[in-house]
């Protein structure tokens, strides 16, 4: 089955520099990882995915990036802003995609000081 | 509304009571998923639906814990003989029942067990 690890646990940042958050994870088959963003009192609300046929994806002030050979794949945040501030989950396919079944990391505690 | 709806958003009950929690997927997405997250920890998964086949139940803690889906639309999960380490944000999610498809999440109902 697949196994999930994100780092790091907790990041904070400058307002206006950049935030990395990187996952690995242990399936070869996966190839589906979405990234999540979790406001206090809300749900994940889903940011960004990306699918194992290419190696980045952007959208506006978010990025993420996949590299299949050494199994790991980034979220980049450009010029961070204080409604960042959020827990961020990166995800993978259990069982390498054979379910809908999501194996999520432990999360990422932004903190964007302004 | 458009997105996953949870009801109740909070509930406090005694230890020893049943409580039931009640999901309402986004229309036309088969797969439904539960998941319960403790406080300050990530998305610990406990039972995936997908259209008429059976219920992936592999992360149900223990027999207390049951879940149905009725009508392959709203969904209740029910704790029986509450405990206190129950107590937990439990989140539904819904999507479309094709590989690697995005996850929507509600906002969770937040369940005290005194």
């Known amino acids: 089955g697949e196994n999930v690890e994100q780092h790091p646990s907790t990041l904070s940042v400058q307002e206006g520099d950049s935030a990395v958050i990187k996952c690995t994870y242990s399936?070869?088959?996966?190839?589906?990882f979405p990234w999540y963003k979790q406001e206090l009192g809300k749900g994940p609300q889903l940011i960004i995915d990306i699918r194992s046929n290419v190696g980045e994806k952007k959208d506006q002030r978010i990025a993420v990036t996949l590299n299949k050979t050494a199994k790991h794949f980034s979220l980049h945040i450009t010029e961070t802003q204080p409604e960042d501030s959020a827990v961020y989950f990166c995800?993978?396919?259990?069982?390498?995609?054979?379910?809908?079944?999501?194996?999520f990391g432990t999360g990422t505690l932004l903190a964007v000081q302004p | 509304g458009a997105g996953v709806s949870q009801s109740p958003s909070n509930k406090v009950t005694e230890k020893g009571k049943d409580v039931e929690l009640r999901c309402d997927p986004i229309?036309?997405?088969?797969?439904l998923y539960w998941y319960r997250q403790s406080l300050g920890q990530g998305l610990e998964f406990l039972i995936y639906?997908?259209?008429?086949?059976?219920?992936?139940k592999s992360g149900l803690p223990s027999d207390r814990f049951s879940a149905e889906r009725t009508g392959g639309s709203v969904s209740t999960l029910t704790i029986q003989r509450t405990q206190q380490e129950d107590s937990a944000v439990y989140l539904c999610?819904?999507?479309?029942?094709?590989?690697?498809?995005?996850?929507?999440f509600g906002d969770g109902t937040r369940l005290s067990i005194l």
């Open positions: 229309s036309g997405h088969t797969a």
């Open positions: 999610a819904s999507s479309l029942a094709l590989a690697n498809q995005p996850q929507h």
């Open positions: 995800a993978a396919p259990a069982w390498g995609g054979a379910t809908n079944k999501l194996i």
């Open positions: 639906f997908q259209g008429n086949s059976a219920p992936d």
């Open positions: 399936d070869s088959a996966s190839n589906y």
